[in-house]
């Protein structure tokens, strides 16, 4: 019977992984996997996040089941937290598994309504949009966002292709440090966007992974708060995996702004997609997360973690340029200081990317991502003079 299944496409990041695994050489270099790392090459469990857990271990009660859409407080406290006062009673929350599960929760409600709409990408944008949204069978389209050779937004080609959009559609977002260009839109871009959606009456949906690493975690929170405030029907999804160091722990959520009559319906129909699929969230991760909001202290201590998580990886954007100019004398690289958050795509073409992972050893997602959060004080100067072999003997 198994001989009937197909081969199904896998994740560009995983790939990168396994041939990184599979490479013999003692100095190659792994800027696939997104996941954060400091100074000394280790993922840190934060000290806020120990504090939370201790205090988790103290007071917990019991291990039975949440309801199918989670504590109902950690969603409150979050909300709170990333909408501000746009967040109230009128909203369907639902605790979720990460973000990918409240990504998948939403396709397949979109999916499933009679008159399903497009869901609208930027293209390029992180690589799991297209497998949940088919895996769900919702209709998607994407429009131009990000030029890899020019190194820079195609912002003008985005809202022209938005006009293909009708009322009702979805524009599939992400906040700050886009993935995986680090190329976000300017304060009076993302405003001029909103104008379109509104003006083409098309539901915003925003998708948060990086909050705190752009600005700060209240200033990283702007684009939600300006959504919420401003559509009467809207999507936010959030993981924080990356904010809060729980990449294994799984915490995310769901939130989905409804007009009044629609919310108890909207409410049954998630927690029924829930039930089908993953059923109940763990609850460590939120538990931890919820633990360290609702605590001023722990709060503080958390916040100033990140932001020291933020300065090191705006440091070594910086470091990229600056020893990019200073011992190669060239500026291919610029961009990557003038972009936030962990990735930023490599202005290479597919050729001279194949050759920096089979000439040098340094392993990149398919497309040119590199996550810059994993470059030690040794491992740039290894990129920079790797990307100039490479682009100089194309």
């Not at 390029?124 to 030029?147: E, H, M, R």
Request: aromatic share 8%; glycine share 8%; charged share 25%.
């Amino acid at each position: 019977m198994f001989k009937q299944v197909e081969d199904y496409p896998v994740d560009p990041i995983m790939i990168g992984a396994d041939y990184f695994a599979a490479d013999p050489r003692k100095d190659k270099l792994n800027l696939t996997v997104g996941i954060y790392q400091d100074e000394h090459g280790q993922t840190p469990v934060l000290k806020a996040v120990k504090l939370a857990e201790r205090k988790l271990v103290e007071t917990q009660t019991s291990k039975s089941y949440l309801a199918l859409t989670g504590d109902a407080e950690y969603c409150r406290v979050l909300g709170r937290e990333i909408m501000g006062d746009a967040y109230d009673d009128g909203w369907v929350s639902a605790q979720t598994s990460g973000g990918a599960v409240a990504l998948r929760v939403m396709a397949d409600l979109l999916a499933q309504v009679p008159k399903p709409p497009v869901v609208w990408l930027q293209t390029p944008t992180y690589g799991n949009y297209v497998p949940i949204l088919s895996a769900a069978k919702a209709i998607f389209a994407q429009v131009p966002y990000y030029d890899r050779l020019a190194a820079q937004i195609t912002f003008d080609q985005m809202l022209e292709g938005l006009k293909a959009a009708r009322a009702g559609d979805v524009f599939l977002m992400q906040g700050v440090c886009h993935n995986p260009t680090g190329a976000d839109m300017t304060p009076e871009q993302f405003d001029a966007l909103l104008d379109l959606l509104e003006a083409r009456g098309i539901v915003p949906w925003i998708d948060l992974a990086y909050l705190g690493f752009a600005q700060s975690w209240d200033a990283d929170c702007a684009m939600a708060r300006k959504i919420a405030g401003r559509f009467p029907e809207c999507i936010v999804c959030i993981t924080l995996s990356k904010s809060f160091g729980i990449y294994r722990d799984r915490a995310g959520a769901l939130f989905v702004k409804t007009r009044s009559g629609d919310r108890d319906r909207m409410h049954r129909a998630v927690s029924a997609i829930v039930r089908s699929g993953a059923s109940h969230a763990p609850d460590h991760g939120p538990s931890v997360v919820r633990t360290i909001l609702q605590d001023d202290i722990v709060k503080g201590l958390w916040l100033d973690e990140l932001e020291q998580m933020r300065t090191r990886v705006a440091q070594v954007r910086k470091q990229i340029a600056y020893t990019e100019r200073a011992e190669f004398g060239t500026d291919k690289l610029a961009c990557i200081a003038r972009q936030a958050g962990m990735f930023s795509l490599l202005p290479l073409t597919e050729a001279q990317e194949t050759a920096l992972t089979r000439d040098h050893g340094i392993h990149v997602v398919k497309g040119g991502r590199v996550n810059v959060a994993r470059l030690g004080v040794e491992d740039i100067t290894k990129l920079i003079g790797a990307i100039s072999e490479v682009t100089s003997a194309t």
